[in-house]
């Protein structure tokens, strides 16, 4: 059985899978504005949470927010179902593509074999629809791949029921009811609004763009404080989360440019593709960063001078995207 | 971004299966959508993360040679997996998985507990023993 499905390749898992998935249900929004509209951007700097022994920085919000954001805002009736035993979710599975219905789903990146090899560390958080079954594979749509693939039974187990944290469970969604109407124009601001007050007017140092200033500030003395091998690893990580797979360049800033530049034609509002512009220019300074970044892992030497200067990039870099929330806030604010 | 400037470097972690979507500017400023088939900076990154994880795998091998640790020493840094997250694939806690990473407790291990390590790894009870594996896995 296969499901008449478009597949479309998108930068963000996630917001992916939700456009694919409305796609299939009569609803057509591109990437950059489910991302949008469902808030996906923010900055969030956690030292005090480490994943092997590395500070967790995001450049995004945390996994499944954007989806049940988005589905708030445009009233789209999700249903999500949680499974104790993978026999039962494979079923499950089976019944919903006997229905003809594209199912999203949860899974560890670790179990899916048609990603390149250097991608898959256990990350639990990565979102596939599946459309089809055929000759005992799964037809998978993975948001971030050009082309459909194809899964294997047992992989799929495998990535759906991965252990670790957070633990997928089977977890597959799909919606149950789409909205015959809906105002755009108030799900666009929505999203613009709590984006740009969480980047701002959060008053906890850690998150936001005080959260970059934050962290320009630690990574200053990271050579001194626990030497120059982990000061390169952590930079290095640093660089993946910003630039691996799934953020569309420069930590989703770009998405989020194009999200405002979409976002200005359908509100006709001049001063939202100025901010476009804007944050495509600080969108340019982080690879500016990463870009240095790079250089300073690849050599594999640093000293503290090019650490004060990375560190000077991000403060810029923070000072930027302050006054372009800030800005956006303030158009937002009456709407 | 503009379009043009969207990185195409060939020397990437790839293997020709990804060709990433990034989102570039066009002459107006507008958003269009460019494939990207690798950028250094992020392969570099990458890189050395597998350099990390390959470094403790090879020194994991060697202590299993030299009879310091166990197999599963070995498949649990292979599949970059913690004790905790072999515990739970396992059922058991993390601490007898440290426990087990000894050869002195591992030999003790029942038919059983070494059939849940396999699976974890997705390997036979029989691979997950043998030791001499890990000698011709010399690279």
Request: aromatic content about 12%.
């Amino acid at each position: 059985m296969i499901v008449n499905f478009t597949h479309k390749q998108s930068a963000h898992c996630e917001s992916g899978v939700v456009s694919n998935l409305l796609r299939f249900h009569g609803l057509d929004f591109d990437e950059p504005m489910v991302f949008g509209i469902g808030s996906g951007l923010f900055f969030s700097y956690l030292p005090f949470i480490k994943v092997n022994g590395i500070p967790v920085a995001a450049y995004r919000i945390w996994p499944g927010q954007i989806f049940k954001r988005f589905s708030e805002r445009i009233g789209i009736k999700i249903e999500t179902k949680k499974f104790s035993s993978p026999a039962k979710a494979m079923v499950a599975l089976d019944q919903m593509l006997e229905k003809g219905q594209p199912v999203g789903m949860l899974t560890s990146v670790f179990y899916l074999n048609y990603l390149p090899a250097a991608y898959r560390f256990h990350f639990n958080a990565h979102n596939i629809i599946v459309f089809g079954k055929e000759n005992g594979n799964y037809l998978v749509s993975d948001p971030v791949m050009e082309y459909t693939t194809e899964i294997s039974y047992e992989d799929l187990v495998r990535a759906r029921f991965a252990k670790g944290m957070p633990e997928p469970s089977g977890r597959m969604y799909y919606p149950v009811q789409i909205p015959s109407d809906y105002s755009l124009e108030k799900a666009l601001w929505k999203g613009i609004k709590q984006t740009s007050d969480h980047m701002t007017r959060i008053p906890v140092p850690i998150v936001g763009s005080k959260g970059m200033k934050y962290l320009a500030k630690r990574l200053r003395y990271w050579p001194e404080r626990i030497g120059d091998r982990k000061a390169i690893q952590w930079l290095g990580n640093l660089i993946r989360m910003q630039e691996e797979i799934g953020t569309g360049g420069a930590g989703f800033r770009f998405i989020y440019a194009a999200f405002l530049d979409q976002a200005s034609i359908k509100l006709q509002n001049e001063k939202l593709f100025n901010l476009s512009k804007q944050l495509t220019k600080s969108g340019d300074q982080l690879r500016d960063f990463a870009y240095y970044a790079g250089r300073v892992c690849k050599n594999r030497k640093s000293d503290t001078r090019t650490f004060a200067e990375l560190a000077d990039m991000l403060e810029a870099c923070a000072q930027r995207e302050q006054e372009i929330f800030q800005e956006l806030y303030d158009v937002s604010k009456s709407k | 971004m503009e379009k043009d400037q969207v990185p195409q470097d060939q020397e990437n972690l790839n293997e020709g299966k990804l060709a990433k979507l990034y989102y570039a500017t066009d002459d107006k400023g507008h958003y269009v959508k460019v494939n990207s088939i690798g950028w250094e900076p992020e392969t570099v990154a990458m890189q050395q993360a597998w350099d990390v994880v390959n470094g403790e795998v090879e020194e994991a091998r060697r202590k299993v040679m030299e009879g310091k640790a166990s197999p599963l020493l070995y498949y649990m840094k292979k599949n970059i997996m913690t004790p905790s997250l072999v515990g739970s694939y396992a059922s058991t806690l993390s601490v007898m998985v440290r426990l087990h990473c000894y050869p002195y407790f591992f030999k003790r291990l029942s038919r059983k507990k070494l059939e849940k390590y396999a699976y974890t790894f997705r390997i036979t009870v029989e691979e997950l023993t043998d030791i001499d594996l890990l000698k011709k896995n010399d690279r």
